[in-house]
């Protein structure tokens, strides 16, 4: 997911950037209206490093009542006559600004926090997540002062006219795989439309979030504004989720929990839900495309994050003229692929999260040698007792394999063959899931009418993981619902209120 980032090799002009070492963990609590706050149940949990398994630091894991604490925070701060609802709107956009040259600062120290946290090589977490952060955040600040209503004629007794107004208090619940990245991606927006936010990051991934929480208060975000409640599911997301206080949810995570958050968000208060989901995403390959090209892209899409994208490239459909070539190339170019140190510079392949991805994901690689699919390269566990997985090639893959409907969210790349465009689309198609999609073809007209019949949010032509702040992203069907970045953001995060004045006849 290379949002406004370098190239995902991580290479760039001059010395390579290094991680800084780190003693100790300084923010490991609960931070609620700009104060650190142990947990109401006085628990702690552990948060590892997969790549070692060893313990990076104990945090505060928050619950229900730390949850009520939170919007009971971030209502007052969002209530009217506050210092944040009556604050002018240029001053919300250069606060947002502000955090960004924070973030700037402390750049490497996040950089290395999200690497141990996540297992993510170093050079990715600094050059892609930290970059798309810091953008998002620019983006968002430049919109604080260009959000407005119109004027609507009606007749000539009428002046009608709207605005937009801030949703209230918006709960977030963000996952694992891009913890630093999706956190922007919820406050951001929440902020420029003067919104308040209770956020809750994923329990193995706490750490940049709490530290960005230490840099909103050094940035002097009015207290309240954002709050962080590090937790698990079960107990702090559902109290978010269920709370009749907050006034919206968004989520990014699977489409099981999405559907609870939804059933939730219903039975509460009716709140605002926007849920960015599962992927089971095809790319399909013409014969008329830069092969080289093609094969370097869709892996990129397959196994950037060790496979666990919501966007990863995990159905590769291949017009049989190329079908060969392709699967030739894309075993030499997978056999390339440095796994290692996530804190190497050289290393381009990490660990997968923890034991419970990583035996779903060789589970999933068993079923699909049992159903028949050829395993060409990979498949393997790297070491004896470690998370480190081979990046992996199956061929010869067919729709009705758990590989090809399940998502692995590993680095697994299932290549089918095609014959005609139209099969391609209907194969496509057949999903529960429609989030993105990629087109590798030198013909503008078929790229064209190809993205048009297929069911996604995003679809990509010659390009994969082409992320920005200003462009929408969500899913189809059971992707979800919403959508998050760009302008159609906003509309996520604001109310629209129609007055409607009765003009005096005689003057």
Known sequence: ????????????????????????????????????????????????????GASIC????????????????????????????????????????????????????????????????????????LEGSIKTLRYYAGWADKIHGRSIPVDETLVCLTKHEPVGVCGAIIPWNFPLMMFVWKIAPALSCGNTVVIKPAEQTPLTALHVGSLIKEAEFPPGVVNIIPGFGPTAGAAIANHKDIDKVAFTGSTEVGQLIKEAAAKSNLKRVTLELGGKNPCIVFSDCDLQMAVEETQKGAFYNQGQCCTAASRVFVEESIYEEFVRRSIDHAKKIVIGDPLDPQTSHGPQIDQRQFDKIMDL???????????????????????????????????????????????????????????????????????????????????????????????????????????????????????????????????????????????
């Open 365 to 507: 690689i068993e079923t699909g040698k049992k159903e028949g699919a050829k395993l060409e390269c990979g498949g393997e566990a790297v070491g004896e007792k470690s998370l480190f997985i081979q990046p992996t090639i199956f061929s010869g893959v067919k729709d009705h394999m758990a590989i090809a409907k399940e998502e692995i969210f590993g680095p697994v790349q299932c290549i089918f063959s095609f014959k005609d465009q139209q099969e391609a689309i209907d194969r496509a198609n057949s999903s529960q899931y429609g989030l993105v999609s990629a087109v590798f073809t030198s013909s503008m007209d078929r790229a064209l009418s190809v993205s048009a019949a297929l069911e996604t949010g995003t679809v990509w032509i010659n390009c994969y993981n082409a992320l920005h702040a200003q462009t929408p992203f969500g899913g189809y069907k059971m992707s979800g619902n919403g959508r998050e970045l760009g302008e159609y953001a906003l509309a996520e995060y604001s109310e629209v209120k129609t007055v409607t004045i009765k003009l005096r006849e005689n003057m």
């Open 58 to 129: 104990r945090v505060e894991e928050g619950d229900k009542e730390d949850v009520d604490r939170a919007v009971e925070a971030a209502r007052t701060a969002q209530q009217r006559g506050s210092l944040w609802r009556t604050m002018e709107a240029s001053r919300r956009g250069r606060l947002l600004h502000r955090l960004a040259d924070l973030m700037e600062r402390d750049r490497l120290l996040l950089a290395t926090l999200e690497s141990l946290d996540t297992g993510k090589p170093f050079l990715q977490s600094f050059f892609i997540d």
């Open 1 to 52: 997911m290379a949002q406004n980032g370098s190239a995902e090799s991580g290479e760039a002009a001059g010395a390579l950037p290094r991680p800084v070492p780190l003693q100790d963990i300084a923010h490991t609590k609960i931070f609620i209206n700009n104060e650190w706050r142990s947990s109401s149940t006085g628990k702690t949990f552990c948060t590892f490093n997969p790549a070692t």
